[in-house]
């Protein structure tokens, strides 16, 4: 990667070494979709469940994807290997453990209740392993971390209710609720009911607004004015709307971007969609979905978006204050965050 010199003459900035340190906050990642191919065969065997693969090299060539479809049809059989609130425990350990390593500080984490309910996987199975993971990786790793509850949005809205009113007995574990899964046919406007009364139950809302589909702005429209979410997951579409770009910057809504997982689904990352957000005052971020399927955790999706669109150290900097911003921290928590960001920014040079 390369080195950035600042315009006013400072020293030049390693971007590689910038990002690696640069403290992070991710905000859109599935907890299912951190499934490793090396764990996926290990749940697989001490679960005693054949998955049709015995080698990393096996799963891997599984994952052939260039849609948000395809990509599904590979990632909902393999959480068949997740049975025990132990696995659940080792999948999102292994991830923030992974997290931490790259500098992550505070992450928000999806997970998928009715991809395991439906097959019979109770939900306080699900919710007591990641409980457990959170509170290890937070005493053993440094790195705090809240979980948000998708719902399935190819499945019934009268599901999503059910599994609605069954997780408020999980409510301290959860901080918000988030929509996923196949947009197509599946509008915000079929959840509207769910968002409501997940609202009046004190849940914080985001919503996955996926990459170049079809009714990408009504969509988003949807979600931004009918639902009125706090946040929108991918949302990139949004720049052929100035109404809509307009209103995100009045309300101050974040999108959680992320440019590896972009070029697996469409055929590019949309930096420039991305950037042009930034550039235009958007709470966009940097993030990295389906990490596992993707190939690509924090530090390589800001890696990827810098060199694709040639980003600076302030850039950069940007990105990750976006994020503290736009979290659902408390305030107290997210000034301490911020503070640690523009003391990283201040030890090369750069100023707030
Ligand atoms: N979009 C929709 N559903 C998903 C995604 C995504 O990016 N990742 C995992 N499930
Ligand atoms: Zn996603």
Redesign the pocket.
Known sequence: MSTHTESDGAAEIDLADFIAGLPKCEL?V?L??TLSPELKLALAERNGIAIGQTTVAEVEATYQFDS?AS??AV?YPAMNVLVTADDFRDLAYAYLTKAASQGVRYVEM?F?PQAHTGRGVPFSTVIEGYRQAIVAARAELGISAELIM?FL?DLSAEFAMATLMESLAHKDWIIGVGL????RDNPPSKFAAVFARARQEGYLLTM?C?IDQVGSIENIRQALEDIGVDRI??GTNIVESPALVDHVKRRGVGLTC?PV?NSF?TDDMKATEIVSLLRDGVRVTVNS??PAYFGGYMTENYAALADHAGLAPADLLRLARNAFEVAWLTPRARDAYLADLEAYAAGFGLAS
């Open positions: 859109h599935h299912e979709g948000l990509f599904l990632y999806f998928d998708c949005r996923d899964s196949d947009e996955h996926d997951d991918h992320c997982s689904v979905d389906d």
